[in-house]
């Protein structure tokens, strides 16, 4: 599997598309998700404005609030994505707000690249079709700790 990740308005910290590449593939690989080696999957992520996280959510989630992330993607679970045909994918759009992340990471005494990578791995987690869960948690702590720890 290669996956490969399309960054769309960089912010000025060191989440280039390499890191955030290997932060997805490293997701995909421990949630098991997809197991076909001859696949090339490309995910795109924005890095946007409250503002703009607050029109995109209330568009997309009826929900008049920024928020951390927002996932779209054309797959609902990991059967689905299992049984395309093709040796290539999109997988979907990460859609983050880092304001909105540095925030909650001060007022929660929490490291901003752990709490940046934390909610990263859980929007990659959705396109793959995780809910909210006790294992999608403990997937993308385990994810957000082991990069904070090689950073």
């Known amino acids: 599997m290669n996956v490969h990740v399309d960054l769309h308005a960089p912010i000025e910290k060191n989440y280039d598309e390499q890191l955030l590449t290997e932060i997805a593939q490293e997701t995909i690989q ?4 997809i197991n076909r080696e001859d696949i090339d999957i490309t995910i795109s992520v924005a890095i946007i404005s409250d503002k703009e996280m607050q029109r995109m959510n209330k568009r997309l989630r009826n929900k008049d609030v920024v928020t951390d992330v927002i996932s779209v993607g054309d797959y609902s679970d990991n059967i689905d994505i299992s049984s395309v045909n093709k040796s290539e994918i999109f997988l979907g759009e990460v859609i983050l707000c880092y304001n909105f992340i540095e925030q909650f990471a001060k007022e929660n005494n929490v490291k901003i690249d752990k709490e940046f990578f934390t909610v990263y791995s859980h929007g990659v987690l959705h396109l793959l079709g995780f809910q909210h869960s006790d294992e999608m948690f403990a ?12 950073k």
Do not use: R
Not at 143 to 148: N, R, T, Y
């Open 30 to 33: 421990a949630a098991g998700a």
């Open 139 to 150: 997937l993308q702590d385990a994810i957000s700790e082991k990069f904070c720890y090689n």
